[in-house]
């Protein structure tokens, strides 16, 4: 076994075989089967299979591109079941982005955020209420709702909006560190979510819990955007630009500061870093993912109410991000892919399957204990299991190596300058 | 010359005054002590410097300029950097992020350049690296550059400390007991980066430390607080035969004895 793991990781053609009939083999099974979670679920699994081959990291782009945009769409749509495949992997890409936002939050910067589904309905509420007829009731002149091609300009006004909200947040709550700081973000959760429970009165913006109904899809050129296949394709590429963004942002100036602060905040802080100001961006830029998301959830739900943006939505993205490993980017891709294909499909077939045996007289279950009840019981199990077994996450969170024999070659014959900053200041450091 | 003066510097922790009154002058591009038994207000004098507290009376001034209610991060762009007591590595980063993250003043690149991988940004993080790799050179931790800084021996991570400190580009390095828990060859080797780093790059090095071996041979001067005031300043030798100063190690009747000279004890 370990003879094959050796040889596995030294060939790549090897791999690329492998790679390739575990690709066509599961896309074939979802292709001609009516519904078939279990191969859907390995047709997804060959993603986490690229991952770990050995392939130079542009290839892996390459490919993993190629699985997202044509295979797994062309696959899937074989039989009966194609739209509600694809809807599982639109939400697997909404909860992927959230958790990549999150992630910077806990994982970079250390701040325990137990609210951060706010954003995610602040990026909502902003597309609902004007691509509905809602904002006439305080826009007069009859403009809304917006025609579907305003969604391209919400997407980027949603991701702004969750940022302003991150930064109206950060600035009196970030004063308080470690559990205070998870209790003060919980409870503005809860506000927001109360408040957008409750703003039919005086002025009705919200519509309070009726919610908003009929959001007008999102449209280009005339074509319209209603179908989970199609928002499938929105969600790839702003979970795209999410994606990158965070690497970039990881290995720069900024991601450096961040976990500076995380590991600790008083050395940060002698290191010239200022800790409110670098706190509150990655507040903004966590939430701003979730904003964005939160226009597409809202314009792919055509309906949202306050109650799709609980405590235990909240819950379930620090699940993602605790399950996949804090500040490990692809760890975090993982974990969420896994508690949302969990959520909506595990659970849920699950339920079916015993409704079924009940049905036909085989077991008893009562349908309170049925598995898609038990979500807060399981995601408990799986904090608990994650804490003893997997402190650090699936996929635990790596260093940057750098290529020390470089460095040494490009430093030889070059000397040392530690001395004067005003020289340093006027001269540049990037020089 | 001068390059940080204090004067009547006084803190207050409810009753207790932790620094009161103190004066003095740290000379330019030397290297200069606070020595004091244990709870002579050496540490909150450092942390009054810093930015971390704000003095209740007196003046701190930085090369003329004052920075006192400056806050902590801008005072490291005003050149003064530091090392901590009980260390304060960032222990999950790797040996040369540390280092980077000491850079962060200098570095210009913004959110906008580093998403969009702008050719400044770009040229700038280039350098970032190899500059970081150099101090790391001049402290003698090139080999280890991509370890965990928290696996670092207790020696290198005094060092790594140093190196981070310097990536600032500080006028003055404040170093608070950097030779605390090491054995005498790495404290031997302390003094010899300490001495480079004051020679090559001609910085204002001011130490607290404990070890009087380290304070007499690098010291030029030396300022000895005891319960949180003045008791004696000077050269080495000025202070180690001041009966203030044995007395405040030693106590009133070391002071009668003969010849009572302060390495002696150490």
């Known amino acids: 076994m370990n003879h094959l793991k050796l040889w596995l990781g030294r060939s790549q053609p090897a791999q690329a075989l492998l790679l390739t009939l575990f690709v066509l083999f599961t896309a074939a099974s979802v292709y001609f089967s009516d519904k078939s979670v279990v191969a859907f679920l390995l047709l997804l699994g060959s993603l986490l299979l690229l991952y770990l081959t050995t392939f130079r990291t542009s290839i892996k782009w390459g490919i993993g591109a190629v699985l997202l945009v044509v295979v797994i769409p062309f696959a899937t749509s074989g039989g009966p079941a194609h739209q509600s495949y694809m809807e599982v992997a639109t939400q697997c890409g909404i909860y992927i982005a959230m958790a990549l936002g999150l992630n910077i939050v806990v994982g970079f910067a250390g701040l325990l955020d137990l609210g951060f589904v706010a954003f995610f309905a602040v990026g909502a509420y902003t597309y609902a209420i004007f691509a509905t007829p809602q904002a006439n009731e305080f826009i007069s002149g009859q403009l809304f709702p917006l025609p579907g091609g305003a969604f391209w300009i919400f997407i980027v006004l949603g991701g702004f909006m969750a940022a302003l909200f991150g930064l109206l947040l950060g600035l009196p709550v970030l004063r308080v560190k470690g559990d205070y700081l998870a209790i003060v973000t919980l409870g503005f959760g809860e506000i927001i979510r109360i408040i957008f429970n409750n703003l039919d009165r005086p002025v009705n913006i919200t519509n309070g819990a009726m919610g908003l109904s009929s959001i007008q899809p999102p449209s280009l050129f005339g074509f319209s955007f209603t179908f989970p296949n199609q928002f499938y394709f929105i969600v790839i590429l702003i979970l795209a630009i999410v994606i990158f963004s965070v690497k970039r942002l990881e290995h720069s100036r900024l991601g450096r500061a961040w976990k500076a602060i995380r590991e600790n905040e008083i050395a940060a802080q002698s290191m010239g870093i200022p800790l409110i100001r670098t706190k509150l961006t990655a507040f903004a830029i966590g939430a701003s993912f979730s904003g964005m998301m939160g226009v597409v959830f809202a314009a792919k739900q055509t309906f949202i109410d306050p109650t799709s943006f609980t405590l235990l939505e909240s819950i379930t993205i620090l699940v993602m991000v605790l399950l996949g490993g804090m500040g490990s980017v692809p760890g975090v891709i993982l974990g969420a892919a896994l508690v949302t294909i969990l959520n909506l499909q595990v659970l849920t077939e699950l339920t079916n399957w015993i409704n079924q045996l009940t049905l036909q007289g085989i077991i008893h279950i009562p349908n309170s204990i049925s598995p898609s009840k038990m979500q807060r019981l399981i995601f408990g199990a799986i904090l608990v299991l994650v804490a003893i077994f997997r402190p650090n996450g699936l996929i635990t969170a790596k260093n940057k190596k750098v290529d020390a024999e470089r460095l040494k070659t490009l430093s030889t014959g070059r000397s040392l300058s530690v001395t004067s900053p005003a020289k340093q200041h006027s001269g540049g450091v990037g020089q | ?266």
């Open chain 2, 1 to 266: 010359m001068t390059i940080l003066r204090v004067s009547k510097l006084v803190k207050r922790f409810g009753g207790l005054t932790a620094v009161g009154g103190v004066d003095f002058a740290f000379p330019r591009g030397k290297i200069s002590a606070v020595i004091g038994p244990n709870g002579a207000g050496k540490t909150t004098f450092f942390n009054m410097i810093t930015g971390i507290y704000t003095p209740d009376e007196g003046v701190i001034e930085l090369d003329g300029a004052s920075i006192v209610g400056v806050k902590p991060h801008q005072i490291v762009s005003m050149g003064i950097a530091r090392t901590f007591q009980n260390i304060r590595l960032f222990g999950s980063m790797t040996v040369l992020e540390n280092v980077m993250v000491g850079m962060h003043i200098h570095l210009k690149a913004g959110i906008v350049g580093t998403l969009l991988s702008l050719p400044a940004a770009r040229h700038e993080e280039e350098s970032v690296y190899l500059e970081a790799y150099r101090l790391l050179e001049f402290v003698g931790l090139q080999e280890l550059l991509n370890e965990q800084a928290a696996n670092l021996p207790y020696g290198a991570q005094r060092r790594l400390e140093i190196a981070r400190a310097l990536a600032t580009k500080p006028k003055v390095l404040l170093l608070d007991e950097p030779a605390a828990g090491m054995n005498p060859r790495e404290t031997a080797e302390l003094i010899g980066l300490i001495r480079r780093i004051q020679e090559e790059t001609g910085m204002s090095v001011i130490l607290i430390e404990h070890d009087m071996k380290l304070v007499m041979e690098l010291s030029e001067h030396i300022l000895v607080l005891d319960y949180g005031t003045k008791i004696a300043e000077g050269g080495p030798d000025h202070i180690r035969s001041h009966p203030k100063v044995i007395e405040a190690y030693l106590g009133k009747s070391a002071v009668e004895g003969d010849n009572v000279r302060l390495e002696v004890v150490t």
